[in-house]
């Protein structure tokens, strides 16, 4: 049984950056990729960005492309979220998830959903 716990979450200014980590427990290569995904209040969870445990190919929402790098380490067995130039709307809670057949960097099709971190970016 995969299990991920989120960490990284925290209050940052608009232009600030924070880093996030996914540690999991279990054997995450058995899974076709890793996802970060947010939800902030009043909104759907929606995919932020996922990677491929095979080849490190990787999605990015539009949303943060160019500002969020997603990035693993198989060793420590824990996915990161690097995001930068945070803005207000990227407030909300942020979960990974692994999907052990999914394509897209959706929640349908993922599971093993860790209990989230909370991101706050307000002046």
């Known amino acids: 049984q995969l299990q991920f716990v989120e960490s990284g979450g925290g209050l940052v200014q608009p232009g600030g950056s924070l880093r996030l980590s996914c540690a999991a427990s279990?054997?995450?290569?058995?899974?076709?990729?890793i996802g970060w995904f947010r939800q902030a209040p009043g909104k759907e969870r929606e995919g932020v960005s996922c990677?491929?445990?095979?080849?490190?190919?990787?999605y990015y929402a539009d949303s943060v492309q160019g500002r969020f790098t997603i990035s693993r380490d198989n060793a420590k067995n824990t996915v990161y979220l690097q995001m930068n130039s945070l803005k207000p709307e990227d407030t909300g809670v942020y979960y990974c998830?692994?999907?052990?057949?999914?394509?897209?960097?959706?929640?349908?099709?993922?599971?093993?959903w860790g209990q989230g971190t909370q991101v706050t970016v307000s002046s």
């Open positions: 990677i491929s445990t095979s080849d490190n190919s990787t």
């Open positions: 279990g054997f995450t290569l058995d899974y076709y990729q």
């Open positions: 998830a692994a999907s052990a057949y999914s394509y897209y960097c959706s929640p349908p099709g993922f599971g093993s």
